[in-house]
């Protein structure tokens, strides 16, 4: 195959055939689903999860890897080509989401999936930072805009380290693999984000800078001498409800 590989996309595939079934395993696929694939890529995942679900809906940005994939002919496998930042799924009901996620762009996609309710189960391959910082709590250093949004809407569960060396090209840090299971909400998705973004604006500075035009009087005299790294996943979800605007 003599297709070249774009780093601008972030492109490191998979070349380990243990850890391919490895990650078969813990997607668990079931055949009656139609599942959704970010980035197949060669199709290091998604030719062997063909055979176990019902079809695979694969988003990729390359024209030559979508060619690749659509030359394979198979029956129960869509591919578009199009970047997942930009593709407006039309199905309506609940799908699960795979993927062995481009580096450049994992933390805007893991924010358009979490969105997304119709995404209602996300098992996705990402940098190992990036990972951590998705299941720190209050307090630690990791703990981040991105640990809040991703812990209020989702169970998380770090399944396994995977290591950079069954890719190729090798990248420079080793990767993780997380699942994260929607959680019952009725959060208004992007007044919350607001309120979080807000509320991480200047991580070191106490709430009461960072929410003085967003918050009630109550709320800043409840916890505005508190930092945003110090307040629970809950503490936010009670304060959003409470006392934003
Ligand atoms: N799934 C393959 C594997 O595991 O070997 C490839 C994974 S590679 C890390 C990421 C894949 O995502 C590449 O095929 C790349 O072309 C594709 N990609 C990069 N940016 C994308 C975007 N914005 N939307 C859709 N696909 C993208």
Redesign the pocket.
């Known amino acids: 195959m003599d297709i070249p590989i774009?780093k601008s996309?972030?492109?490191?595939?998979?070349?380990d055939k243990n850890t391919i079934n490895k990650i078969v395993k813990i997607i668990n696929p079931q055949i009656d689903e139609e599942i959704i694939?970010?980035?197949?890529?060669?199709?290091?995942?998604?030719m062997p999860l063909l055979d176990k679900v019902q079809s695979i809906v694969a988003?990729?940005?390359?024209p030559l890897?979508t060619q690749y994939l659509k030359d394979k002919n198979k029956s129960n496998l869509i591919v578009e080509n199009?970047?997942?930042?930009?593709?407006s799924p039309s199905f309506k009901n609940k799908r699960r989401v795979i993927?062995?996620?481009?580096?450049?762009?994992s933390s805007p996609?893991i924010f358009k999936l979490i969105k997304d309710e119709r995404f209602n189960e996300i098992i996705i391959?990402l940098q190992k930072e990036l990972g951590i910082r998705m299941l720190a709590n209050e307090g630690n250093k990791d703990y981040s805009r991105m640990s809040v949004m991703a812990q209020t809407f989702c169970e998380i569960k770090y399944e396994t380290d995977i290591s950079k060396n069954i890719?190729n090209p090798k990248p420079n840090v080793d990767s993780c693999i997380i699942s994260l299971k929607r959680k019952k909400s009725d959060l208004d998705f992007e007044k919350y984000s607001k309120y979080i973004r807000y509320a991480f604006q200047h991580k070191r500075k106490k709430i009461k800078n960072n929410l003085k035009n967003y918050i009630s009087q109550e709320g800043l005299e409840k916890f505005g001498e508190r930092r945003a790294q110090d307040i629970s996943v809950e503490e936010y979800i009670e304060t959003f409800n409470k006392y934003f605007f």
Request: charged residues 20%; negative net charge; aromatic residues 18%.
């Open positions: 774009r996309w972030g492109q490191n595939f998979i070349i694939e970010i980035g197949p890529g060669r199709g290091a995942i998604t988003i990729e940005i390359d890897l199009i970047d997942f930042m930009d593709w993927g062995n996620l481009p580096y450049y762009i996609i391959m890719f």
